[in-house]
């Protein structure tokens, strides 16, 4: 079956900075498009980042697209997300996705969202 694993996250103070990384199994990696959504204490999930499966279309949410930086490596089953800049309204667990379409990187909402990985914490204090 589909197994996502996200690693990287932990804690940090503002201003830092995180790598998170996700490894897949159980599908064909370089086939599908990749996104990466948080969730905040009592809010819903959110969209943050997707990247094509050549991993030359990317879209991101505009609140973090001059902090965030998502990418992949094809031949390690990896995504990637790169944040800079961390504040303390980033502190979320941050979860890696595959899409329902397979190399679809308008994937805002969650309905889009075929697997989930079980997330990894990331708390940022001021």
């Known amino acids: 079956q589909v197994q996502l694993v996200e690693s990287g996250g932990g804690s940090v103070q503002a201003g830092g900075s995180l790598r998170l990384s996700c490894v897949a199994s159980?599908?064909?990696?370089?086939?599908?498009?990749m996104g990466w959504f948080r969730q905040p204490p009592g809010q819903e999930r959110q969209f943050l980042a997707a990247?094509?499966?050549?991993?030359?279309?990317?879209r991101y949410e505009r609140s973090v697209k001059t902090r965030f930086t998502i990418s992949r490596e094809n031949a390690r089953n990896t995504v990637y997300l790169q944040m800079v800049n961390l504040k303390p309204e980033d502190t979320a667990v941050y979860y890696c996705?595959?899409?329902?379409?397979?190399?679809?990187?308008?994937?805002?909402?969650?309905?889009?969202?075929?697997?989930w990985g079980k997330g990894t914490p990331v708390t940022v204090s001021a």
């Open positions: 996705a595959v899409p329902f379409v397979r190399d679809s990187v308008v994937i805002t909402t969650t309905d889009k969202i075929k697997y």
């Open positions: 159980g599908l064909t990696f370089s086939d599908s498009a």
């Open positions: 990247i094509s499966r050549s991993g030359t279309t990317i």
